[in-house]
C-alpha cells in the first residue's frame, strides 16, 4: 500500500508525542491494576464487578453504562471523537500459569483481555493531561466471548453516535504474531462466524429390530462426513472457510434405537457469498440426506458476528505513526478464522482491529501457547506495547474525524 507521503506531519507528531510522555508514570499502575484484574476475572454477562474495579481506577471521568455491564467514559473537547474498546470479560478456564497473581475463581483472562484493560486505562489517564484535538471515547464492553454479543448492544444503544464517534479502534494480544510486532492490514483480518443445530428425527425401536424402527444415527453420520467435504467441494479454493463439528449427541442406552439425534457447529468464512452459499448448503446437505434414508431433518442456523474488516484509510494514517514510535508494523498482516463481536462496530463508524504480537521471533516457527489455554498468560511489556498502539491509533484516527 503507498504511504500517505505528508504524513506523520508535525502537529500529529506534537501530539503523539505528549501522549507517549504522559504514558509513561501510568505504566507502573497499569501493571499492578493488570495483575488486580487478571486476579479476579467475571465471566461474561457478570462483569459488574470488573467494571466496578476499573470505575474506581478512573474516578474523575463519568461513566456511561452501556450493554448492561459494561461502560464508557469520554477524554476531550466536545464534538467528535475517536472510541477504543476494551473487553471485560475472562473465560470459564481453570488457570495454569502459576503466577502469584493467578485467578483467585474458576474463571480465567486466558484471552488477554486483562491486558487490553490496563493499555486503555493507561491511556485514558495519559489523555487527561493533553489538549485533544477530538474527543477519546474509553468503552469497557461486556460479553465478547459469548452470544449474544455485548458489541451489538452497544451499537443499538445509541451511546456511540450521541458521543459523534468516528472511528472505533481495538487491539488485541496475538500469540501468532512475533513478539513487539504490531499487524494492522487492510479488509478481512477476522471471519465471520455462524452456528448451526442440525436435528435429525427418526422413529425409535429395539436395536433388535431395526427394520421396524427408523434410526436416525447413520442419517446423522452421513450428513457429518458430508459436512467435511462442503468447503473442499463447493468454496474457491483462494477463499478461507472453516466448518467444524463440535458436538454430536444420540441415544440414551446401548440396546436402543433413538428417536433422535443433533449435531451442532460453526461455520467461519472471510466472503460474504461464501457464507450466503454455506448456510444454503448445509441445510440442503442435512434435509436432502436425511429424506434419503426415510428420516427428517430440521436445520436452524444461528448468524453471529460479521467480517472485521479494516478500514483503509486508518491503516494508512496508523502505520506510520506505529512505525514512528519504534513499533515494527507486520509486512505479512496476521490474518485468521477466529471472530470478534468488534465487527459489529463497522455498522457504524469506519473500524481497526491491531493484533499486538507476543509470540515466538518472526521466522522460527516457533508460538507460545494460544489464546484460551490455561497457561497462556501476555508478558507485562504488551501492556506498553499495546497502550502505544492504541495512541497512534487515536492520532491517526483523529486526523480523519475532523
Same mark, same amino acid.
Request: charged fraction near 20%; hydrophobic fraction near 45%.
Given at each position: 500500500?503507498?504511504?500517505?507521503?505528508?504524513?506523520?506531519?508535525?502537529?500529529?507528531?506534537?501530539? /503523539?508525542?505528549?501522549?507517549?510522555?504522559?504514558?509513561?508514570?501510568?505504566?507502573?499502575? #497499569?501493571?499492578?491494576?493488570?495483575?488486580?484484574?487478571?486476579?479476579?476475572?467475571?465471566?461474561?454477562?457478570?462483569?459488574?464487578?470488573? #467494571?466496578?474495579?476499573?470505575?474506581?481506577?478512573?474516578?474523575?471521568?463519568?461513566?456511561?453504562? $452501556?450493554?448492561?455491564?459494561?461502560?464508557?467514559?469520554? $477524554?476531550?473537547?466536545?464534538?467528535?471523537?475517536?472510541?477504543?474498546? +476494551?473487553? *471485560?470479560?475472562?473465560?470459564? @478456564?481453570?488457570?495454569?500459569?502459576?503466577?502469584?497473581? !493467578?485467578?483467585?475463581?474458576? +474463571?480465567?483472562?486466558?484471552?488477554?483481555?486483562?491486558?487490553?484493560?490496563?493499555? *486503555?486505562? =493507561?491511556? *485514558?489517564?495519559? !489523555?487527561?493531561?493533553?489538549?485533544?484535538?477530538?474527543?477519546?471515547?474509553?468503552?469497557?464492553?461486556?460479553?465478547?466471548?459469548?452470544?449474544?454479543?455485548?458489541?451489538?448492544?452497544?451499537?443499538?444503544?445509541?451511546?456511540?453516535?450521541?458521543?459523534?464517534?468516528?472511528?472505533?479502534?481495538?487491539?488485541? $494480544?496475538?500469540?501468532?504474531?512475533?513478539?513487539?510486532?504490531?499487524?494492522?492490514?487492510?479488509?478481512?483480518?477476522?471471519?465471520?462466524?455462524?452456528?448451526?443445530?442440525?436435528?435429525?428425527?427418526?422413529?425409535?425401536?429395539?436395536? #433388535?429390530?431395526?427394520?421396524?424402527?427408523?434410526?436416525?444415527?447413520?442419517?446423522?453420520?452421513?450428513?457429518?462426513?458430508?459436512?467435511?467435504?462442503?468447503?473442499?467441494?463447493?468454496?474457491?479454493?483462494?477463499?478461507?472457510?472453516?466448518?467444524?463439528?463440535?458436538?454430536? %449427541?444420540?441415544?440414551?442406552?446401548?440396546?436402543?434405537?433413538?428417536?433422535?439425534?443433533?449435531?451442532?457447529?460453526?461455520?467461519?468464512?472471510?466472503?460474504?457469498?461464501?457464507?450466503?452459499?454455506?448456510? +444454503?448448503?448445509?441445510?440442503? /446437505? =442435512?434435509?436432502?440426506?436425511?429424506? =434419503?434414508?426415510?428420516?427428517?431433518?430440521?436445520?436452524?442456523?444461528? @448468524?453471529?458476528?460479521?467480517?472485521?474488516?479494516?478500514?483503509?484509510?486508518?491503516?494508512?494514517? $496508523?502505520?506510520?505513526?506505529?512505525?514512528?514510535?519504534?513499533?515494527?508494523?507486520?509486512?505479512?498482516?496476521?490474518?485468521?478464522?477466529? =471472530?470478534?463481536?468488534?465487527?459489529?462496530?463497522?455498522?457504524?463508524?469506519?473500524?481497526?482491529?491491531?493484533? @499486538?504480537?507476543?509470540?515466538?521471533?518472526?521466522?522460527?516457527?516457533? %508460538?507460545?501457547?494460544?489464546?484460551?489455554?490455561?497457561?497462556? *498468560?501476555?508478558?507485562?511489556?504488551?501492556?506498553?506495547?499495546?497502550?502505544?498502539?492504541?495512541?497512534?491509533?487515536?492520532?491517526?484516527? +483523529?486526523?480523519?474525524?475532523?
Amino acid at each position: 500500500m503507498a504511504p500517505v507521503t505528508t504524513w506523520p506531519n508535525a502537529e500529529a507528531e506534537r501530539l /503523539l508525542a505528549d501522549l507517549v510522555t504522559h504514558l509513561g508514570p501510568q505504566f507502573p499502575h #497499569a501493571q499492578a491494576l493488570r495483575r488486580e484484574l487478571h486476579r479476579h476475572p467475571d465471566l461474561s454477562g457478570a462483569e459488574r464487578p470488573t #467494571a466496578e474495579r476499573l470505575r474506581h481506577a478512573l474516578p474523575t471521568l463519568k461513566p456511561h453504562r $452501556v450493554a448492561d455491564t459494561g461502560f464508557l467514559v469520554r $477524554v476531550g473537547p466536545p464534538g467528535p471523537s475517536i472510541a477504543l474498546r +476494551a473487553e *471485560l470479560d475472562g473465560l470459564p @478456564v481453570a488457570e495454569r500459569t502459576g503466577v502469584e497473581w !493467578a485467578s483467585a475463581n474458576d +474463571a480465567m483472562h486466558a484471552c488477554g483481555h486483562d491486558v487490553h484493560m490496563a493499555a *486503555l486505562w =493507561a491511556l *485514558l489517564q495519559a !489523555a487527561r493531561h493533553v489538549e485533544l484535538p477530538v474527543g477519546l471515547v474509553g468503552l469497557f464492553q461486556p460479553r465478547e466471548e459469548i452470544q449474544p454479543c455485548g458489541a451489538e448492544d452497544v451499537v443499538t444503544s445509541g451511546l456511540l453516535a450521541e458521543q459523534e464517534v468516528r472511528a472505533v479502534i481495538g487491539g488485541h $494480544v496475538q500469540p501468532r504474531v512475533p513478539a513487539g510486532v504490531v499487524s494492522t492490514g487492510v479488509g478481512a483480518v477476522n471471519a465471520a462466524a455462524d452456528q448451526f443445530d442440525i436435528t435429525v428425527h427418526g422413529q425409535p425401536g429395539h436395536s #433388535a429390530y431395526p427394520h421396524v424402527a427408523l434410526d436416525p444415527i447413520p442419517a446423522l453420520a452421513a450428513i457429518v462426513l458430508g459436512l467435511q467435504e462442503l468447503v473442499g467441494r463447493t468454496i474457491d479454493p483462494i477463499h478461507p472457510a472453516v466448518i467444524t463439528v463440535g458436538r454430536i %449427541h444420540a441415544g440414551t442406552a446401548h440396546n436402543i434405537i433413538p428417536e433422535s439425534g443433533s449435531v451442532q457447529g460453526v461455520i467461519r468464512t472471510m466472503n460474504e457469498a461464501d457464507r450466503t452459499h454455506l448456510h +444454503a448448503a448445509i441445510r440442503r /446437505l =442435512a434435509e436432502h440426506t436425511a429424506a =434419503a434414508r426415510g428420516a427428517r431433518a430440521e436445520v436452524d442456523i444461528i @448468524v453471529g458476528d460479521p467480517m472485521l474488516n479494516n478500514d483503509r484509510r486508518l491503516v494508512q494514517f $496508523v502505520d506510520p505513526l506505529l512505525t514512528h514510535l519504534g513499533l515494527p508494523v507486520a509486512h505479512e498482516p496476521f490474518r485468521s478464522c477466529g =471472530a470478534d463481536d468488534f465487527s459489529h462496530y463497522s455498522r457504524i463508524a469506519p473500524i481497526l482491529m491491531m493484533f @499486538v504480537g507476543t509470540g515466538g521471533p518472526a521466522g522460527s516457527g516457533r %508460538h507460545r501457547v494460544g489464546l484460551h489455554h490455561p497457561t497462556f *498468560l501476555p508478558p507485562e511489556e504488551s501492556i506498553r506495547q499495546l497502550a502505544l498502539a492504541l495512541a497512534a491509533a487515536y492520532v491517526g484516527a +483523529a486526523q480523519l474525524a475532523r
